[in-house]
Nanobody, 127 residues
Framework: QVQLVESGGGLAQAGGSLRLACAFS????????MGWFRQAPGKEREFVAV?????????YTGDSAKGRFTISRDNAKNTMYLQMDSLMPEDTAVYYC???????????????????WGQGTQVTVSS
C-alpha cells in the first residue's frame, strides 16, 4: 500500500518562496507518476504539476504554476518536491501530493487518475 506524507507548507509573503516535499513509501517509487494538486476553500481541486519516469522522464505544469513552480523528484530518497517561487495570495490552498501507477499522458492532469493521496499541507500567502 502506497503512503504519501506532505511537508513544507506554511505562511509566506507575496513574492516569497516555499518548498513542499512528499515522502513516498510502500511500493517502487520510480514506477509511479507523482502529482501535486491544490484546493482552495469553495473551489474544485486544481492540477498544479506532475512528474513521471515512464515512458520517458517528463514534467507537466498547470497554467497557474508555469514559470513560478518547479516539480522534481529524488528517486534515491523516494521523495517528490514542489519549489514554489514568486508566490501570490491566490496560491493559498491546501496542497496535496498524489500517486498513480496506471496512467496515460492524456490523463495526468485529472485528479481521478490518481489513486493515492496525501493528507494535504496548508499554504497561505499574505499580501
Amino acid at each position: 500500500q502506497v503512503q504519501l506524507v506532505e511537508s513544507g507548507g506554511g505562511l509566506a509573503q507575496a513574492g516569497g518562496s516555499l518548498r513542499l516535499a512528499c515522502a513516498f513509501s510502500g511500493r517502487t517509487f520510480s514506477n509511479y507518476a507523482m502529482g501535486w494538486f491544490r484546493q482552495a476553500p469553495g473551489k474544485e481541486r486544481e492540477f498544479v504539476a506532475v512528474i513521471i519516469q515512464r515512458p520517458n522522464s517528463l514534467t507537466y505544469t498547470g497554467d497557474s504554476a508555469k514559470g513560478r513552480f518547479t516539480i522534481s523528484r529524488d528517486n534515491a530518497k523516494n521523495t517528490m518536491y514542489l519549489q514554489m517561487d514568486s508566490l501570490m495570495p491566490e496560491d493559498t490552498a491546501v496542497y496535496y501530493c498524489a500517486a498513480t501507477s496506471s496512467y496515460s499522458l492524456s490523463t495526468l492532469r485529472r485528479a481521478q487518475t490518481y489513486n493515492y493521496w496525501g493528507q494535504g499541507t496548508q499554504v497561505t500567502v499574505s499580501s
